[in-house]
């Protein structure tokens, strides 16, 4: 069983707007929550977190909300720019490990 | 700074052989990890060494899986009489901070294709 779901696969948007990027998860005892992006033949990049303790982290267009009660977090990217298109995972903590969702491909046309 | 590296990139290995891939962590980093990421998928994990000692290796999927890190540093993940089903891309990560791990840095990965 998946503990860390992703269910939409691939999102568009258009350059300038926002992309809202969804991320369920199941284990109430995960502490920390992160995204990566990753481009094709690269490893995944740390982009941003949050402690299970907030509820929400934002760092220049990047804005990462956690709803504990719901265990469902979504990352914001505002403004949307066309070097943003690649693959997003979600992934949790879980003591030293990190659960990771099946990502999901965002495209940005300029 | 240089960060973590893997090798080979590429290994494509025929169905029996044996395969070994390194990976060379940030420096100073002690946690190291180990994650496979098959086609479609997300990451994984494998397994996971504080220094040398390897802490947690639950996510191995078989006895063929074996990984090392004998001076806590350099890394090593090898596969005995691969099999078709292990062919993904293998993703190690480490951390400098032996408790708040999450903050992992990838490495590029080695594509392993089992023919």
């Known amino acids: 069983d998946q503990q860390v779901k992703q269910n939409s696969p691939s999102l568009s948007v258009q350059e300038g707007r926002i992309s809202i990027l969804n991320c369920d998860y199941t284990?109430?005892?995960?502490?920390?929550f992160l995204w990566y992006k990753k481009y094709p033949a690269e490893g995944p990049t740390f982009l941003i977190s949050?402690?299970?303790?907030?509820d929400k982290n934002e760092d220049g267009r990047f804005t990462v909300f956690l709803n504990k009660s719901a265990k469902h977090l979504s990352l914001h990217i505002v403004p949307s720019q066309p070097g943003d298109s690649a693959v997003y995972f979600c992934?949790?903590?879980?003591?030293?490990?990190?659960?990771f969702g099946t990502g999901t491909r965002l495209l940005v046309s300029p | 700074g240089a960060g973590v590296s893997q090798s080979p990139r590429y290994k494509v290995a025929k169905r029996g052989q044996d395969v070994a891939l390194r990976c060379d962590p940030i420096?100073?980093?002690?946690?190291l990890f180990w994650y496979q990421q098959a086609l479609g998928q997300g990451p994984e994990f494998l397994t996971y060494?504080?220094?040398?000692?390897?802490?947690?290796k639950s996510g191995l999927p078989s006895d063929r899986f074996f990984a090392e890190r004998p001076e806590g540093s350099v890394s090593t993940l090898k596969i005995q009489r691969t099999q078709q089903e292990d062919s993904a891309v293998y993703l190690c990560?480490?951390?400098?901070?032996?408790?708040?791990?999450?903050?992992?840095?990838f490495g590029p990965g080695t594509r392993l294709t089992v023919t």
């Open positions: 949050i402690s299970s303790i907030k």
């Open positions: 060494f504080q220094n040398e000692a390897q802490l947690d």
């Open positions: 990560a480490s951390s400098a901070d032996r408790v708040r791990t999450y903050e992992q840095y």
């Open positions: 420096s100073g980093h002690v946690s």
């Open positions: 284990n109430s005892m995960f502490d920390y």
């Open positions: 992934a949790a903590h879980d003591f030293q490990k990190l659960v």
